[in-house]
């Protein structure tokens, strides 16, 4: 076990090793791995073998919570020998885990052969480069994400196709989980353009906040201990399992289900005005 900067290696019951922040006390990708959890939860959920096929020019992935970089080094290795333009823009407060990660190559396994790519990013925290068939423009945004998407900077990203959303837990960082940073994130989406945001958690709370935003919800594929995660889109065309009026029935009796309506977390009921706005949602009509 190696650890410093607020992080160690530790390793999983798979047997894969991964990383752990002392600060949050939370391991990035704990059930399965980080290869294992990014391909289940998004290479192959997000179908994107099809849709980077599908999509003429640029196909546009949002990493939200860059960490150690796990999720788009795997998507990167899964599509290199499909002939595309990928454009990932990379989001966190910090760039401690990847430098951190780096210095674990070997033992992490996922980052090795991209070494070298990754020393420029930090640095530069931009990278363009050709990868096997695909063309790659890798960039960094490195702030507060909530306060990112409040700035008029916002509205000039390039529009995602894909999104991917890993932060923290809401018990953790509750500030990446609120209904007003999912409404934000909602408005900046095109809505001709078919966009998916899968993520790891399955509560209640977290599937209300995102229909409340204005997105389609439902059941994301299952990644090892977990039985299901959670996926939404701004088409419902992109969600496979819709949740249906019974897990509407469901999340009226919950105990937690009420979106963080600020950075604090809390456990509460729906309350009346939630209630009425989940049962006029088109996904349940």
């Given at each position: ?6 992080y ?29 959890e990014a ?26 919570g ?9 998507v ?22 990847l ?32 990868e ?29 196709h ?20 999912f ?18 958690s ?23 201990e ?31 289900a ?28």
């Amino acid at each position: 076990m190696h650890s410093g900067a607020g992080y160690k290696i530790v390793k999983l019951a798979t047997g894969v090793h991964s990383v752990h922040s002392m600060a949050h006390q939370e391991t990035f990708h704990p059930a399965i791995g980080p290869v294992a959890e990014a391909e289940t939860l998004y290479v192959r959920q997000l179908r994107l073998f099809e849709r980077l096929l599908q999509t003429p020019g640029e196909f546009v992935m949002w990493d939200v919570g860059l960490g150690a970089a796990a999720n788009v080094l795997t998507v990167l290795r899964a599509t290199r020998e499909i002939s595309c333009r990928l454009r990932v823009l990379s989001f966190d407060q910090t760039l401690e885990p990847l430098k951190f990660a780096l210095q674990h190559a070997a033992e992490l396994g996922y980052i090795v052969g991209y070494e070298e790519h990754l020393q420029r990013f930090l640095r530069e925290h931009q990278l363009e480069f050709k990868e096997g068939s695909q063309t790659v423009n890798w960039e960094l945004h490195l702030g507060d994400f909530p306060t990112l998407l409040m700035q008029p900077a916002a509205q000039k990203f390039p529009k995602p196709h894909a999104i991917m959303f890993d932060a923290f837990s809401p018990a953790t960082n509750p500030g990446m989980w609120t209904e007003p940073l999912f409404a934000n994130l909602f408005r900046l989406l095109d809505p001709r353009s078919p966009c998916a945001l899968p993520t790891y958690s399955r509560s209640t709370m977290l599937r209300v906040t995102l229909l409340l935003a204005g997105f389609f919800v439902g059941l994301g594929h299952a990644t090892g201990e977990k039985e299901e995660t959670t996926i939404a889109a701004n088409t419902l065309e992109l969600v496979e399992e819709p949740l249906d009026r019974r897990w509407l029935s469901r999340a009226r009796r919950s105990t937690s289900a009420e979106p963080l309506w600020e950075p604090v977390y809390r456990q509460s009921r729906l309350s009346p005005e939630t209630w009425e706005k989940l049962q006029q949602h088109p996904q349940f009509a």
